[in-house]
């Protein structure tokens, strides 16, 4: 620490003439665990680049961090199974725009099975179904459940609110044809990561709003919930990786037309005074992350609320961690967090 390096060369008649500096309540990035690292160094190794100094096609089209987990665990010679047990179907869920696509996984047996409705990352901009493919297929062997992964339209072709227009029609349909797909009507629930976490968190909010079918549970990994970009995670993790505050700042230039639309209470979920009698929720978050403190705020408004809420924080790992547990032990720790929440969701329900 600086403070040591400095202690024995001031005098101390210079050190009691001084005036009394103000304590200082900022606090440094944490560091990741070796593991959370060696990621963080293969995607380093595969040229990913910061977000923010790249054009859309290029943050499309560069090395994600699951590129980096699924090459550290290639290096490590781990197998991929048992999430291999689980099949996958592709399938396109009808709209008035043409269509929105989705994967369907499947566990092994007969049903009729619990079913997640579950929307990936990727700052509503970058990413599609096979970069989050992990996290849904661990889901679905865990909890022995369908899960329904959307690919929801992107900016900034499709500026906001086309996501979130994408992730309630999808809930719907889902709700709708739950019973062709041989899930239990009775048990759905939504999820999602970062972007998508914001879309799953809308979608029980819609659900109550519309006085739809509500999902009897919500998993929020790291979920974008405010529009405050001053918080406490994002002046700790301001240059992490793979997510800082300029890369953020870069997402959210990219999805809305302009930036008063981030008042929007879709977007500003901590803004909203309305969240009493929304399912239950896992908000699972990283300590390394500048969502982190959004998610901590949206965990607290909805127990204020009166909503129950399990919330966990990972020290050590960084955003996108959730879908690492094969090579990352926090993140096999978070999906057994979210898998146990999910299945006793699924038992108290009918």
Do not use: C
Request: hydrophobic content about 45%.
């Amino acid at each position: 620490m600086k403070s040591s390096m400095f202690a024995k060369a001031l005098p101390l008649a210079l050190v009691m003439a001084a005036p009394l500096a103000a304590p200082s309540f900022a606090q440094e990035m944490a560091k990741p665990t070796t593991d959370m690292q060696a990621v963080l160094d293969k995607l380093g190794a595969l040229d990913a680049k910061p977000f923010s100094s790249l054009s859309v096609p290029e943050a499309r089209t560069q090395a994600s961090p699951a590129d980096a987990a699924k090459a550290v665990q290639w290096e490590k010679r781990l197998s991929s199974n048992p999430e291999a047990q689980v099949t996958t179907k592709d399938i396109t869920i009808p709209t008035a725009e043409g269509g929105i696509a989705a994967r369907v996984y499947m566990p092994a047996g007969k049903g009729p099975f619990p079913v997640v409705v579950y929307y990936h990352g990727g700052g509503w901009v970058v990413a599609d179904l096979n970069v989050y493919d992990g996290a849904p297929r661990a889901l679905s062997l865990g909890a022995k459940a369908i899960v329904v992964s959307v690919e929801y339209r992107h900016a900034p072709e499709h500026k906001f609110p086309a996501a979130h227009n994408d992730a309630w029609t999808a809930y719907k349909w889902v709700v709708e044809n739950i019973h062709d797909m041989n899930g239990n009507s009775d048990k759905i629930a939504v999820a999602g990561e970062s972007a998508g976490g914001n879309l799953a968190a809308n979608v029980a909010l819609m659900a109550k709003e519309m006085k739809a079918k509500q999902p009897v549970h919500q998993l929020l990994v790291y979920p974008v919930a405010g529009n405050d970009m001053e918080t406490a995670s994002y002046k700790e993790n301001a240059n992490a990786k793979p997510l800082g505050k300029a890369d953020m700042e870069w997402f959210v230039k990219n999805t809305v037309t302009s930036m008063d639309e981030t008042k929007d209470p879709r977007i500003n979920l901590n803004g909203r005074s309305d969240l009493a009698g929304v399912a239950p929720a896992t908000v699972i978050l990283a300590q390394i992350d500048p969502l982190r403190s959004d998610g901590e705020t949206y965990a607290s408004k909805l127990k204020d609320a009166g909503v129950a809420v399990n919330t966990k924080t990972y020290n050590g790992v960084t955003h996108e961690f959730f879908g690492m547990g094969k090579v990352v032990p926090e993140a096999k720790q978070a999906l057994d967090l979210a898998v146990a929440d999910l299945i006793a969701a699924f038992d108290k329900a009918k």
